[in-house]
């Protein structure tokens, strides 16, 4: 069974601080997603990672893909208030985009 | 494009009742797939399509059934709705390349 495991759960980070959220996941999978979650919406896609050492930037944020490993990060510089969300990785094995597991979440709060 | 679209919003049924949720593409995609999600856990797959007439199981399919006669919907039919299925819905669709999957804005339903 495919797991997938977000580390921390929640994040509580000042305004202005660097911070890393942890993706690992148990099965063998080239392709990698990066969801935000706003509270009471629905998904928007941040990065698809499709190969091992994929690294991708938008704004403050940057995720990178370690296939043997099995490890995914997505690194945020110099925080903001706009970037509080939930935070989901998800991994497909299939390769169709159509079959994903979830990770369960790293709620992040940046505060003043 | 309007994207993926769901119906209804919001629905609150009573234990037992039965009920449909649309979802409705407009991107041509291949791929369509139901999720559910429950308080503090990630997304989980009910069931998910890759083609007109071809529907398999995903993770928790139970209590739910699905058909796909058209490229554009995808509706999942809860059978004898329980309190145990009280979340939030989300359709996605998405194809093979450029391997993204985009989600619809989600239906709350509420079982008593």
């Known amino acids: 069974e495919l797991k997938v495991e977000q580390n921390p759960l929640f994040l509580s980070m000042q305004e202005g601080k660097n911070y890393t959220i942890y993706c690992n996941y148990s099965?063998?999978?080239?392709?990698l997603y990066w969801y935000r979650q706003d509270p009471g919406k629905s998904l928007e896609s941040l990065f698809v990672?499709?190969?091992?050492?994929a690294v991708k930037q938008e704004g403050r944020l940057m995720a990178s893909l370690d296939t043997k490993a099995r490890l995914s990060t997505l690194h945020i510089t110099a925080a903001v208030h706009d970037l509080s969300a939930t935070y989901f990785c998800?991994?497909?094995?299939?390769?169709?985009?159509?079959?994903?597991?979830f990770g369960t979440g790293t709620r992040l709060q940046v505060t003043l | 494009n309007a994207g993926v679209t769901q119906t209804p919003k919001f629905q609150v049924l009573k234990t037992g009742q039965s009920m449909t949720l649309q979802c409705a593409q407009d991107?041509?995609?291949?791929?369509m797939s139901w999720y559910r999600q429950d308080p503090g856990m990630g997304l989980r797959l009910i069931h998910y399509?890759?083609?007109?007439?071809?529907?398999d199981q995903g993770e928790v399919p139970n209590g739910y059934n699905v058909s796909r006669s058209t490229t554009e919907d995808f509706p999942l039919r809860l059978l004898s709705a329980a309190p145990s299925q009280t979340s939030v819905y989300f359709c996605?669709?998405?194809?093979?390349?450029?391997?993204?999957?985009?989600f619809g804005p989600g239906t709350r339903l509420t079982v008593t």
């Open positions: 996605a669709s998405s194809r093979r390349v450029p391997y993204e999957q985009y």
């Open positions: 099965t063998t999978s080239d392709r």
């Open positions: 990672l499709l190969s091992n050492g």
């Open positions: 998800a991994v497909d094995p299939t390769g169709t985009a159509s079959k994903l597991t």
């Open positions: 991107m041509n995609h291949e791929y």
């Open positions: 399509s890759v083609g007109a007439g071809i529907t």
